[in-house]
């Protein structure tokens, strides 16, 4: 089973990854790092743009497990303007097999130091964005208490 981890924080090595690592122990993952990648805005696709190199890596993964920090109340723009991007994917359709992102099992993380009133609100945009382009939402997790129960669901599918 092909796992990929998508980590969305502009550090590399920050905390996020180190959920990540955590989330993912003793399981075999890749990682794909937004930082490493130039995705420009939706609209603003001039130039030198990786969205679809990206999209090329998640199309291959079996399972997604995409972690945040949280930056004043939100997801961080990295995020952000990658799943603004999942627009384009309408172009070729949502509901078929050769969709990236049809019926593929997400597991979501957010993690930081944010006000309880922003997590709802996250919570709520990422089942929306799970819904929306027909992937398998396994959960969403803010607490570091919660590690080991994604760790157990993951290898659940394997």
């Known amino acids: 089973m092909n796992v990929l981890f998508i980590n969305a924080s ?42 679809q190199l990206v999209m090329d890596v998640v199309a ?12 004043w109340w939100d997801v961080t723009g990295l995020l952000k303007t990658f799943i603004d991007r999942w627009t384009d994917l309408f172009q070729t359709g949502l509901d078929t097999a050769e969709a990236p992102l049809y019926q593929k099992p997400i597991f979501w993380f957010v993690q930081g130091a944010a006000p309880e009133e922003a997590i709802d609100g996250i919570k709520q945009m990422l089942m929306n964005i799970s819904e929306r382009f027909l992937m398998k939402n396994q959960g969403i997790i803010y607490q570091k208490k919660d590690i080991p129960l994604f760790n157990e669901k993951i290898k659940k599918l394997h």
């Not at 090595?13 to 995705?39: F, P, Q």
């Not at 291959?60 to 930056?71: F, N, Q, R, S």
Request: net charge negative.
């Open 10 to 51: 502009p550090n590399k090595n920050g905390m996020t990854a180190k959920w990540g690592e955590k989330i993912l122990a003793d399981i075999n993952y890749s990682v794909l790092h937004l930082a490493d990648y130039r995705i420009n805005q939706l609209g603003q696709v001039t130039g030198i743009d990786e969205f």
């Open 60 to 71: 291959k993964a079996d399972v997604l497990i995409i972690g945040t920090p949280i930056y």
